[in-house]
Nanobody
Framework: QMQLVESGGGLVQAGGSLRLSCAAS????????MGWFRQAPGKEREFVAA????????RYTDSVKGRFTISRDNAKNTVYLQMNSLKPEDTAVYYC?????????????????WGQGTQVTVSS
């Protein structure tokens, strides 16, 4: 089993920045592709970003391209989501997740492990 713990959420004004972290334990972190998802109040959880095990390939949903950056440090067993130019519509609970491969990286059901989530609130 892999345990994932997110941190770094909080309240920020529109235009501000936050960096989310997700610390992994229990299995070999560098064997897994990682993703970030989010769920806004009253909405379904959606894909935000994903990164391969090596970090060489990343993907983003259109609404965050150019503003968010996913990265990982395999030596620290941690994946990050740097969020800049935040908007009120980015308000959500953010989850990190792990999977064995990168195909269909946006599909939630293909992720094997999930964290508990961290709240991000962007005020206007």
């Amino acid at each position: 089993q892999m345990q994932l713990v997110e941190s770094g959420g909080g309240l920020v004004q529109a235009g501000g920045s936050l960096r989310l972290s997700c610390a992994a334990s229990g299995l070999t972190f560098s064997n897994y592709a990682m993703g970030w998802f989010r769920q806004a109040p009253g909405k379904e959880r959606e894909f935000v970003a994903a990164i391969t095990w090596s970090g060489f390939d990343t993907r983003y949903t259109d609404s965050v391209k150019g503003r968010f950056t996913i990265s990982r440090d395999n030596a620290k067993n941690t994946v990050y989501l740097q969020m800049n130019s935040l908007k009120p519509e980015d308000t959500a609970v953010y989850y990190c997740a792990a999977r064995h491969d990168f195909a269909n990286y946006y599909r939630q059901r293909e992720y094997n492990y999930w964290g508990q989530g961290t709240q991000v609130t962007v005020s206007s």
